[in-house]
């Protein structure tokens, strides 16, 4: 079993995680939505992640919806003490499967109530607001200030730890520091999609965490015979490349790759141990 006992850490709110974490979403069903195929083989990756090291998961009540954290529960409460759950609010789904925005201040709360209920847990350890402006991946501008104050509200109730953004702009986040502490940011990066570089090293001097979705390209797996090449030349794969160069760009960087296979999850894992040489390193940052 791989294991991540001497990787590199990092504050995530009030506890060091590991800089390779899991993420939940594959979990899911085809499309996130409904129940996965294989029910166990679902369990068996969330005890496996746990066992290896892993002590930081990323999840939403809207995956499934509700299904991943209702699998997060049955593998895994009562849960670990270091083991921080970071899930989102700002989304609900429709009964065909589809996306739909959820982000007044009311359907924030219902979104962090279902998130309670479904963890069973009497608080959510971070919580992060996914911003929803327009169609696509790509922050937009727009004042989140409403939306923000709802969850500090919550927050200040006792029912979050701490804070987070998902889709946002430099200017939000500034926004909403302007309103309560923000342990983290999660937006779309990658290898080949680095629209975030400023933002990173910004929140790095501020001693945040930043947290790529799609670390791998997500529904669009990053394919490129260079880098294919250089795995070659390491005796590593194409992927677990990507996800070394990630730790190796900032190290307030903490990765979330997903799967529903166990040997998927430890050739992530893996890519704790990948060291980049410098050339190979030069090569990568020619790859966009």
Same mark, same amino acid.
């Given at each position: 079993?791989?294991?991540?006992?001497?990787?590199?850490?990092?504050?995530?709110?009030?506890?060091?995680? !590991? !800089?390779?974490?899991?993420?939940?979403?594959?979990? @899911?069903?085809?499309?996130?939505?409904?129940?996965?195929?294989?029910?166990?083989?679902?369990? @068996?990756?969330?005890?496996?992640?746990?066992?290896?090291?892993?002590? &930081?998961?990323?999840?939403?009540?809207?995956?499934?919806?509700?299904?991943? =954290?209702?699998?997060?529960?049955?593998?895994?409460?009562?849960?670990?003490?270091?083991?921080?759950?970071?899930?989102?609010?700002?989304?609900?789904?429709?009964?065909?499967?589809?996306?739909?925005?959820?982000?007044?201040?009311?359907?924030?709360?219902?979104?962090?109530?279902?998130?309670? !209920? =479904?963890?069973?847990?009497?608080?959510?350890?971070?919580?992060?607001?996914?911003?929803?402006?327009?169609?696509? +991946?790509?922050?937009?501008?727009?004042?989140?200030?409403? !939306?923000?104050?709802?969850?500090?509200?919550?927050?200040?109730?006792?029912?979050?730890?701490?804070?987070?953004?998902?889709?946002?702009? @430099?200017?939000?986040?500034?926004?909403?520091?302007?309103?309560?502490?923000?342990?983290?940011?999660?937006? &779309?990066?990658?290898?080949?999609?680095?629209?975030?570089?400023?933002?990173?090293?910004?929140?790095?001097?501020?001693?945040?965490?930043?947290?790529?979705?799609?670390?791998?390209?997500?529904? =669009?797996?990053?394919?490129?015979?260079?880098?294919?090449?250089?795995? @070659?030349? +390491?005796?590593? +794969?194409?992927?677990?490349?990507?996800?070394?160069?990630?730790?190796?760009?900032?190290?307030?960087?903490?990765?979330?790759?997903?799967?529903?296979? *166990?040997? &998927?999850?430890?050739? =992530?894992?893996?890519?704790?141990?990948?060291?980049?040489?410098?050339? *190979?390193?030069?090569?990568?940052? &020619?790859?966009?």
């Amino acid at each position: 079993m791989m294991t991540l006992s001497g990787t590199d850490t990092f504050e995530l709110g009030d506890t060091s995680v !590991r !800089r390779i974490g899991y993420g939940a979403m594959q979990l @899911a069903g085809s499309g996130v939505f409904g129940p996965p195929k294989d029910h166990g083989q679902a369990l @068996a990756v969330l005890r496996e992640a746990i066992e290896s090291g892993v002590n &930081h998961i990323d999840t939403s009540d809207f995956y499934g919806p509700h299904i991943t =954290n209702q699998l997060i529960r049955e593998a895994l409460s009562p849960y670990p003490d270091d083991l921080v759950i970071v899930t989102k609010v700002g989304a609900d789904r429709g009964e065909d499967g589809s996306w739909l925005p959820a982000q007044t201040p009311a359907d924030l709360e219902r979104g962090v109530h279902d998130n309670l !209920r =479904n963890l069973g847990v009497d608080v959510l350890d971070v919580v992060n607001l996914r911003i929803i402006e327009g169609a696509g +991946l790509a922050p937009v501008e727009g004042s989140i200030e409403e !939306r923000f104050t709802a969850l500090a509200s919550l927050q200040q109730k006792g029912l979050i730890r701490h804070l987070g953004l998902s889709n946002a702009t @430099a200017d939000q986040v500034k926004e909403a520091q302007r309103i309560a502490p923000v342990v983290c940011v999660q937006n &779309h990066y990658n290898l080949v999609h680095r629209a975030d570089d400023a933002l990173i090293n910004t929140l790095e001097k501020q001693g945040v965490a930043y947290v790529p979705f799609f670390p791998l390209g997500g529904f =669009n797996p990053i394919q490129s015979s260079k880098l294919s090449d250089l795995a @070659a030349s +390491l005796g590593a +794969l194409p992927m677990q490349v990507a996800l070394a160069w990630l730790l190796a760009r900032s190290p307030n960087i903490l990765l979330i790759p997903g799967t529903s296979q *166990v040997a &998927h999850l430890r050739q =992530n894992l893996a890519a704790a141990d990948i060291v980049l040489p410098e050339d *190979v390193l030069l090569e990568l940052e &020619h790859l966009v």
